[in-house]
């Protein structure tokens, strides 16, 4: 590969008729001033990046760094262009660690239009003035096009969305957020009876309950006649794990039923009562969860809006952050997520059909 370079004098003008005759310099569409690259190169550059890194791609073309950085400054949006949308169906609020275990959390903010998932923020960190803000930025225009938020429980999320939103536009709790908590909970006591039997059990006996997780974690359509098996024993030695089974079952298939949010409401309130009357007391804590925030997760019934969409992005965030060794940066995280969205759309040159 051999260094092309272009020696450019671009051309200057000065006004007669201007007071001082100001000068003016000639500008051409194919260089950026004070860049020592032209605009073709810079985009073939930010194509490269689609699906790598800063440093990659700078060893690769061996051109600095911060060169490199420069480019995406001047080609990607800091922040989301909302000219772009004429509606937006669903927001989804949720949140990632820029760092692992050291609580820098920051919000991430999608919208679901149609099939399509996009990017509309990361919001520094996620206070619920933070996120409010941003909410409270949105053009008017486009507030009136969403119809849900989809959140978990986090009350900074909720509070905001009601305060921005009002009560035109339902917050939906998901519905997975809400069964990894109540699937918790029978997970907990399986511990707790899978210990007390491994030490009142012969080892023969005991051996018989092998493969018991598993079991109980899949959806009963789906277990083979050997976790039955292994089922049924579990359940003979411990009937109250088999009580809060079929509780667990009895939410989830709630869930899946096609019913209204008046008929959700009321068959929540049954199977809470269900659980108090069976004595268990493995579900305290979803209990109360489930008192406190029963409406809106009941505004799932209405048109079944879940945070998957929300989900699904963030695992691309994940990927994204592990590639780079982590982007501690808000702006440039937001930057390096449009790029990998839609940077083949941007700098890909297109085939003109003759």
């Known amino acids: 590969m051999r260094r092309i370079y272009i020696r450019l004098r671009p051309k200057r003008y000065q006004c007669p008729h201007c007071h001082g005759n100001s000068t003016t310099t000639q500008r051409l569409s194919w260089y950026t001033p004070r860049s020592a690259y032209t605009r073709a190169y810079e985009e073939q550059i930010l194509l490269s990046l689609v699906n790598s890194t800063v440093e990659d791609v700078s060893i690769k073309e061996d051109i600095g760094y911060e060169a490199i950085m420069g480019m995406i400054d001047r080609h990607i949006c800091h922040t989301i262009d909302w000219h772009q949308f004429t509606r937006l169906d669903v927001i989804g609020l949720d949140e990632i660690a820029l760092k692992k275990g050291h609580k820098n959390f920051v919000t991430i903010v999608t919208g679901r239009l149609e099939e399509e998932t996009v990017i509309l923020g990361v919001l520094k960190d996620r206070q619920k ?14 507030c009136q096009t969403i119809r849900a938020v989809c959140s978990d429980m986090y009350e900074g999320f909720v509070n905001a969305a009601k305060e921005v939103f009002g009560k035109r536009v339902k917050i939906v709790i998901d519905r997975f957020h ?17 210990k007390r039997l491994k030490q009142t059990l012969s080892e023969e006996e005991y051996g018989q309950l092998k493969g018991a997780i598993w079991a109980l974690r899949k959806k009963e359509e789906k277990l083979t006649d050997k976790d039955k098996d292994i089922l049924a024993c579990l359940f003979a030695y411990s009937p109250c794990l088999q ?3 079929a509780l667990c079952g009895a939410l989830t298939s709630l869930f899946d039923r096609q019913i209204s949010k008046r008929v959700g409401k009321r068959a929540l309130k ?11 007391r493995c579900f305290d804590s979803f209990l109360s969860t489930l008192e406190t925030w029963i409406d809106d997760i009941a505004n799932y019934f209405i048109d079944r809006h879940t945070s998957g969409f929300v989900e699904g992005f963030n695992n691309k965030l ?4 592990r590639r780079c060794y982590g982007i501690l940066n808000v702006t440039h995280l937001f930057q390096r997520i449009q790029l990998d969205l839609y940077g083949y759309a941007l700098f890909v040159p297109k085939i003109i059909e003759l």
């Open 129 to 142: 003035a933070t996120v409010k803000a941003f909410l409270s930025e949105m053009p008017r225009h486009l």
């Open 178 to 194: 809400v069964a990894k908590l109540y699937r918790s909970r029978v997970d907990s006591l399986r511990k707790q009876e899978l």
């Open 243 to 245: 009580t809060a089974y």
């Open 270 to 280: 049954k199977w809470m009562k269900e659980v108090r009357e069976s004595g268990l």
């Open 318 to 321: 994940k990927v994204i952050k």
